[in-house]
Each structure stands twice: as structure tokens, then as C-alpha cells.
């Protein structure tokens, strides 16, 4: 497809996509140097190839707006966020991203009304240890403190455990929500919202995004701040992935792009670890050995124990660029040869007769030969490997269909991995 991209326009992109656009050399170079897409030179002047890969979202360079759409349905994007909602929640989002391009201003819209819901129900307070040197006693004297002092009574070593709002969970949404208010072309509604939620956390630290992202990795979820995980799940996108900017005194999104790939993995390991609640423990990214001498570490995405015994692995793959990703004798999808390399080596390591490899059907749809099956079935292959008798499984989850579709493939998935721990710890 052929485009021209002039001053003060918009490219508009797809994810895993190629498309030849008329640009400068300068804007040419520049948009070459992002993480997002490359640039080759086309065989007529002036002109340009774009290519993309896994990320989508928007960013800008200096007039020019660039968005890249996902392939999935918005609604299905908004479902990889795992935040723990029901899919309605989202769908007012879903059908503004679907009409105006910019996931942006539908991601803190969504926001907005997550953590309105999510402060209504009371902001939450919790315990915090403090110490400071006071003129009058609070909470307990710490002694240490207070005899390294050499006999000086005040001011005194004193600590105590502070019932405060000012803790991490509040701190890291008022890190995220100041940055939305940042963003350009969110609804006048929803921008009130953020204000209003401003005020109900006044007083509560705003740390910068990233202390803000540290903690938010550290926060332990109870009964008590459970009710927090979806605003904070938001708050966590948008703090790690928009970079905003000022130009002459306005403010401007510069970037604001998630990675499918990044994305497609959490949703899948999270689905799974609930989903597999009680029958195996699901643990993402550790890091084995490969050899016996512990030098070669390996981190396949995940790794599946019952009783503290290993007993499955599996690797997510949101793409399988690849011309070999299926054949007509398989009747279902293959992987690239690089992917089954890498699982033999996790199944050889782990001392286990199988492995799985999942993808994401939707996005190679013009890659791997379709099965005539319903959206809520999987996809799936098998390869055995020669002189080892290795089972390589590869399973595909389509994400073309309603999230109830999707539920029903994740049940699925779950079904073959206990399928498989079964053979595993077989006799």
C-alpha cells in the first residue's frame, strides 16, 4: 500500500505489516531510530518502506502522528490487559478506540472510571512503620537510637506503626492518574474524574513513574486491597509505557506503545494460573539449568509443578514469522525450527517426555493452516522427535472471538496441560 505522509499527518499502520509511504529523509532517519518500527529504502526516490512489528499504540515525531493498530478486535486488546474485569467494563473504550485510533485516550478513560469505582468503596489505609527523633514520646522509644545519643533525653528515638492512606497503592495511583491528567484529547468527563480523585487522595506522596513501577511490583494483594489490582493493573500500563513531553509550554503524547508480544504472555500465564488453581502450579520465567555443571541458565516462559515436582513446560510465542509455520500434512499449525529447538532443550533440561508451545492463532491467521473448528476449540499439532521420543506440542489460542470464546479455549489449554503432567509422571 502507498501513502503520503506530509506535515501535520497521521501514518496509520498495522501491526506485522509493510507499507511504502512518501517521507523526507530526515523524518525518515528519525522514525528508522525508533523501537517501534524500521525503515528501508524503497527503489523510487523519496520513497520509503515502514515496517512494524509486535508494538501498537501511537507515538509522534515532531507534526507527525504514527499509530499502529493492533489485529486483534479492540475489544480482545482490551481483554489481554488483564485487569480482572468483566468484559463490559470495557466496552464503552473498546468502541471509542475502534472509531477514533488513539488507545491512549481510551486506556485512561478506562482508567478514570476504574479507579472511581475502585476509591468508592473507601480509601484504603494500612499500617506504616515510622521513625523520626520527636520532642514529645509517640508510639514506642527505640532504644538503640536513643543510647547512641550518649545521655541526651530529647529530642527522643522514637517509632510507630502510622494508620495512613499515604501507602504504596494510593501513592502509585496518584503517580499515574497526575500523568493521565497529562494527556491530550481525553473526554471532559473523564478528566473530571481524574481531578476529583485527585482530591480524594490529597495528602498521599506522588512518587516519580519509576518508583512508582518499582512499588507496584512489591504490593501484595489480600482480602484488603484486592479491589485496588484493576486500577492498579491500569495504572501500571500507563506509567510504563507513555512518555509524555512538553513543547512550548503545551503538552503533547510523544509515545505511548505496548508490546503484544509482552502483553499476550501475561494474559495467558495469568489466565492459566487461575484456571489451573488446585491442580498445578504455574510459574513464569524461572530459570533452570541447562547442564549439570549449572553454567547455562535457560528461562522457559512456563514452567508447571505438582507437589514440588516438575512436571510440564510450555513457551508462549505471540509470532511465528516464519515461511514453515504450517503444512498441509500437519493439518494444524507448526512452529518455526528455532521454537522446537529451544522447547527440546527446556522438555531435555527438565527431564520431561513433552512440551508445549502456544501462540496466538489471530495474528499469523495468514501464516498457519486453519482448522475448520469453533472459536472456542483449539488449534493444535504434534511433532515427535526422532531418536529422543520428545513430544512437541504446538497449541494455538484464536483470539478473533468473544471473550467467552476465549475463556473456553484458556479451559481448554488448561486441559491439555494436565493431560500432559499425567503422561509426564506416568510409570
Known sequence: MVREAGE????????????????????????????????ATDREAGWWKVSTRQWVGAFSLGDLRVIVRPKIKPENLFLLLEVGLSSEAWQAEAIDYATNDELL????????????????????????????????????????????????LVPMACSWDDFTADVDENRCLTAAIRLALRVPDVPHDDRRRLRRLLAALDGVAEPTASVALDRLDRIQYTRLNEHYRPALRLARLILANCTLQDQHGDTAASAFMLDMNQLFEDFVTARLQRVLRGRLEVRAQTRPHLDDERLVQIQPDLVFECQGRRVGVADLKYKLADSNTATADTGGPLARHGDYYQLLAYTTALGLPEGTLIYCADVNENEAVEQELPKDSLATSTI?????????HVVAIDLSGSPSDIDAQISALAGHLTRSRKRSVAP
Not at 16 to 39: F, M, N, Y
Open 8 to 39: 501535520g499527518q497521521r501514518i496509520l499502520l498495522h501491526e506485522w505489516s509493510t507499507e511504502r509511504w512518501q517521507l523526507d529523509d530526515e523524518t525518515a532517519r528519525r522514525l528508522g531510530e525508533t523501537p517501534w518500527v524500521s525503515v
Open 105 to 152: 485516550s481510551a486506556l485512561v478513560s478506562f482508567f478514570a472510571r476504574t479507579a472511581e469505582t475502585t476509591l468508592a468503596r473507601g480509601l484504603f489505609h494500612h499500617y506504616r512503620h515510622e521513625e523520626d527523633d520527636l520532642l514529645a514520646l509517640r508510639g514506642r522509644i527505640d532504644f538503640v537510637r536513643q543510647f547512641r545519643r550518649g545521655g541526651v
Open 384 to 392: 515427535t522427535v526422532r531418536h529422543a521420543g520428545t513430544r512437541l
